[in-house]
């Protein structure tokens, strides 16, 4: 069982940066690839980005290249996503996600644990 929490969401105007954390309980957290998915509302849960079990390699959605990076430190069992020159369109519920699949995914059913999300709101 894995166990994660979310945090640094809040409300930036358009242009600023946040960092997003998500703390794992588990001792076994780098054994999973990690991601960070949204939701709008009235919209589906969508990928955003995704890094592997080493931190090794990464993928993000074309929406969010270039301004959104996303790591992991094992030794905290913690991954992260810094977001830069947000937009209002990043508006949304941001949610990070644990997959047994070590070298991660952009498809929301094959994650295996959830965090409870953290709002993320970008005003014009």
């Known amino acids: 069982q894995v166990q994660l929490v979310e945090s640094g969401g809040g409300l930036v105007q358009a242009g600023g940066s946040l960092r997003l954390s998500c703390a794992a309980s588990?001792?076994?957290?780098?054994?999973?690839?990690m991601g960070w998915f949204r939701q709008a509302p009235g919209k589906e849960r969508e990928f955003v980005a995704g890094?592997?079990?080493?931190?090794?390699?990464?993928s993000y959605a074309n929406s969010v290249k270039g301004r959104f990076t996303i790591s992991r430190d094992n030794a905290k069992n913690t991954v992260y996503l810094q977001m830069n020159s947000l937009k209002p369109g990043d508006t949304a519920v941001y949610y990070c996600?644990?997959?047994?699949?070590?070298?991660?995914?952009?498809?929301?059913?094959?994650?295996?644990?959830w965090g409870q999300g953290t709002q993320v709101t970008v005003s014009s």
């Open positions: 996600g644990a997959t047994a699949s070590r070298l991660g995914s952009d498809a929301a059913p094959n994650y295996d644990y």
């Open positions: 588990s001792s076994t957290f780098s054994r999973y690839a």
């Open positions: 890094v592997s079990w080493s931190g090794g390699s990464t």
